[in-house]
């Protein structure tokens, strides 16, 4: 039996109804699990919501829990994807001193090594952007921190899953079976 | 200036609207309440104001204390079928709604709980009165929402209706501010039949009927287990079907009893904690394992990880969630089980299982020597018994009554020992475990079927948890019967300190009150029995008397219930003794 933990990612599509983050995170709350990340936005059909949370957990407690969430009544469907089965991204933003740049070279090397962007630059400050896994974004941090690193903001990763079965199609089966007497 | 005819129109148009706190009384009577439970308050005074005007139409009963409605609720509705109603104020009128609401949830009793909340523009600020109900109730209830505009009722309580008595039914908790309450809304009602993300009962896998049909037809061993989503399915012939063509024994949890007639011949007794012995013996011995409507209660499968091993299970279930929850289905059926009993039916073939029937006996007969001849009939220099009491009140009311159980000895007694003829008949707290229930379900049951017997048995430290509904009783002239087994001890917790705590009895010794005299003092007639000579002729006036009657028998006070399954041991490490 498989009792390992490790990562997965949960994709929820909900109505987009007051209340019912909480009532996803009680379960989760209940259960003792730590939300790593969580991300919410619109999905691809208007009016749906999608809920993109990563937690470290055994596979089968996550999936007893993926059962309890699609339980609620707001929920069409919830997915589980252990990492080999999603692309995933993450955003990091770096605030630095814009004198951090002109005292050096050295930080526009790091940048640079690190395919980073500049976002905003201002007479004070400086905004850097970056994409990438978690690894990535804490590289870039550990170097930058040397040279008077001012604020650090990192996103909930979002991902898209493999498989391809789209979830509209889910959507109309849900909603085609919601009318079973 | 308006013409006559624009000024028609306007009346017209008036006629239409209503305030929404006659909005919210007439969805009800739309959805064929006529008994509701509650009690009033600030936030829910336009509704009760409401009331007023439909009196010969909803007849609503006060309780003492919220948490009493929502347990007659419950009461009604487990008996009636139909969602029970309560109505509540905003914050301490809420609050105490929450243990009927957790009790629902676990015992998938259909409820729909209506309260007050202050005026939307106050909501957040910490007003008077003001809890956050939806927050607070979100764990307990299967659906809850918040309504701040008196349009939006009708539609809100449709769909609490639909998703309290659908799929698998529950409680649902409708929040509605003061001024939506007294806002104009439009004077029209629609029935919710769907919730587009909800699926409340999926389609069953022709599949897994053959599959399951296939391993009933190999089963030498086989053994059936039934809960509560037999009765809430409605599946009392198909299910007595069901056993009968194929032969097979079936065994009980708590929440199942009555489904089949304890004397049915091939009702082979209480699985779990406190159950029968040759079930949870040979639930390790089965070869298949039919779970039909419940949901492996750790109470029903003590260690779950030493529970059936060795059987191939078939689990019909409604709810996709309880599938491999606590244990592994080789053979889920997901979808309402009597229509999943109806598709198996036509497989069956009568098979004989004698030889597995006479382990069956076998064991019994061990525990009707060492546990039940004594239960039933102690010797004369012991004290009475629990399980006497019973015997007296199963074969006088000859296994018709309604039983509404609180929690602890007395209610494992109780469903051990009447032998249940009818049909639905036991109500009881088995997920929550809820003292206090007893009482308020039994009215609640009572309203529901006013020509059944309906009697709540009750210990001595669980009667004094809701006994203020007495009121309730008095004020509408209940005809429920109160059994009181006093054993002056909170039983079940002092039976765990004899036998796990070195027998340190703490807080368990209880200084009782003159139950008689409380009744009493509500208009209600009893007596108390503590000599076996008077207990067959107390019974007898206990079920025969036309109004509410108060039995309180003194009994053994240091019994202790058996067979018993000590937690974290495996259902055939049973105990006899
Ligand atoms: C509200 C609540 N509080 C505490 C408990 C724990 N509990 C379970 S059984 C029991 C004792 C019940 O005593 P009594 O009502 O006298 O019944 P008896 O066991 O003696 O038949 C207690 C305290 C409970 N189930 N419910």
Known sequence: ?181 | MKTVAVEKQDEKQAEQFCSGAHALVKALIHEGVDTIFGYPGGAIMPVYDALYDFEGKIKHHMSRHEQGATHAAQGYARQSGKPGVCLATSGPGATNLITGLADAQLDSTPLVCITGQVPSQMIGTDAFQETDVVSISMAVTKWNVQVTKAEDIPAAIAKAFYIAKSGKPGPVLVDITKDAQFGKCPDTYERCDQVRSYIAKPKIDPLAIEQAAQAIAEAKKPLVLFGHGVLLANAKDEFREFIEKSGMPAAWTILGLSALATDHPQNVGMLGMHGNYAPNKLTNECDLLIAVGMRFDDRVTGDVTRYAKQAKVIHIEIDPAEIDKNVKADIPILGDCREALQRLIPHLQRKDYQDWYATFSALDAEEQEQVIQRDLFPDESAPLSMGEVIRHLSDISKGSAVLVTDVGQHQMVAQRYYRFGEWNSNITSGGLGTMGFALPAAIGAKLAAPHRQVVAVIGDGGFQMTLQELGMIMEAGIAVKILILNNQFLGMVRQWQDMFFEKRYSSVDMSNPDFLMIAKAYGIEGQQVSERADLEKAMHTFLSHPKSYLLEVMVGKEDNIFPMIPSGAAVDEIRLK
Request: with cysteine; proline share 3%; hydrophobic share 35%.
């Open chain 1, 1 to 181: 039996m498989k009792t390992m933990k490790e990562q997965f990612t949960i994709s929820i599509y909900t109505e987009n109804t007051i209340g019912i983050l909480h009532r996803i995170t009680t379960i989760f709350t209940r259960r003792h699990i730590n939300i790593e990340s969580i991300t919410a936005s619109e999905s691809e059909v208007p009016d749906i919501h999608r809920y993109t949370i990563v937690v470290c957990q055994e596979d089968e407690k996550v999936r007893k829990v993926v059962k309890q969430i699609e339980k609620q009544i707001d929920v069409f469907k919830a997915f589980y994807h252990p990492n080999d089965e999603v692309v995933r991204q993450e955003l990091a933003l770096y605030k630095m001193p814009t004198q951090a740049f002109s005292n050096t070279r050295e930080v526009e090397k790091i940048v640079r090594k690190h395919h980073a962007r500049l976002l905003a630059v201002e007479p004070e400050f400086t905004i850097i952007e970056k994409t990438g896994y978690k690894t990535e974004t804490q590289a870039l941090f550990d170097e930058l921190k040397a040279y008077g690193l001012l604020e650090f903001v990192r996103s909930g990763w979002i991902s898209i899953s493999k498989p391809m079965k789209e979830f509209q199609d889910y959507l109309k089966e849900v909603e085609e079976a919601s009318k079973n007497k």
